[in-house]
């Protein structure tokens, strides 16, 4: 696999000219679930589905070269059910990973966080099929992701003493699409990715 640099350098390379959707998409994405806070199912109805829909705006990023803000809107459509189960079960597991210790809940939730870009490429797939699917793709890779995030950690403690808007402005879409890039490089390990990407790829020899 490639080293965190690499990925941090292709985030930087595909967020020129994409910065400011890229904070619109995290800002307003922030906004309302910060309002549904204010209900906790809410937070639980939206939280799956928002978190599958910036997955697909940045996945759209490296894939079109721009952000598409309607993208973050995506899994609000026939299939919403998919990514309300697996935002669903998502929390639920993680939560009682939680309850063993610390450690084992951070290990969770590195073990199902492809669940959402699984689902923005397979909108169809079932929400407990992209959760098992994201455990099998992170499967020896649940280090290499974290290493990558703790990456970020001197750009995180800068954040604090800009009282978070370095985070906002800067480290929040740059993190997200490092974690893209992490992905699209580990894509073609899940089973339904391989039959639509090879279907997509023009023909050999043509």
Known sequence: MKPASEYRREAREKLIGNFGWAILVLFVNTIILSAASSFFI???ILSGPLMVGVSAAFVGMFRRDKIEFNDLFRAFDSN?????VMGL???IF???WSLLFVIPGIVASYR???APYILADNPEMDGKAAL???KKLMYGKKGK????HLSFI???ILSAFTFGILYICYVAPYMQAATTAFYESIKYEVPENQARFLADSPAEGV
């Open 94 to 96: 993680i939560f009682l």
């Open 145 to 148: 992701l974290f290493c990558l």
């Open 154 to 156: 001197g750009w995180i």
């Open 132 to 134: 098992d699917s994201s």
């Open 89 to 91: 079960l998502q929390t």
């Open 42 to 44: 809410g937070t639980l």
């Open 112 to 114: 199902y966080s492809m």
């Open 80 to 84: 919403f059910g998919n990514p309300l």
